[in-house]
Nanobody
Framework: VQLQASGGGLVHAGGSLRLSCAAA????????VAWFRQIPGKGREFVAV????????YYSSSVEGRFTIFRDNAGTTVYLQMNSLKPEDTATYYC???????????????????WGQGTLVTVSS
């Protein structure tokens, strides 16, 4: 699956951004979609995921209550709504798809096969 992530930018602390992850030419049906983020010199950090079956969502503790992952009705785009942004949310954000990783591994980047190119989010204090 080819993925296109977009929506990053510069925002003040407390502000909001909505990231989009589009699947080129096909819906996400049957795929679990996750967002990860990365800062230079660090590994990819799990942010949020929406499961293919049932649409159940999971979040990292650092973003729970501030970020929401959801998909459109057509199933071709997954969004990450980010509210109450903090400077520590600054990172490059990546979306990724996996074929229904088991729950115990759903936060692991190694469970996801296809990745978008990343979109940079910068939160100023």
């Amino acid at each position: 699956v080819q993925l296109q992530a977009s929506g990053g930018g510069l925002v003040h602390a407390g502000g909001s951004l909505r990231l989009s992850c589009a699947a080129a030419g096909r819906p996400f049906s049957g795929y679990t979609v996750a967002w990860f983020r990365q800062i230079p010199g660090k590994g990819r950090e799990f942010v949020a995921v929406i499961r293919a079956t049932g649409g159940r969502t999971y979040y990292s503790s650092s973003v729970e209550g501030r970020f929401t992952i959801f998909r459109d009705n057509a199933g071709t785009t997954v969004y990450l709504q980010m509210n109450s942004l903090k400077p520590e949310d600054t990172a490059t954000y990546y979306c990724a798809t996996g074929s229904n990783p088991i729950l115990s591994s759903i936060r692991s980047a190694s469970m996801y096969k296809d990745w978008g190119q990343g979109t940079l989010v910068t939160v100023s204090s």
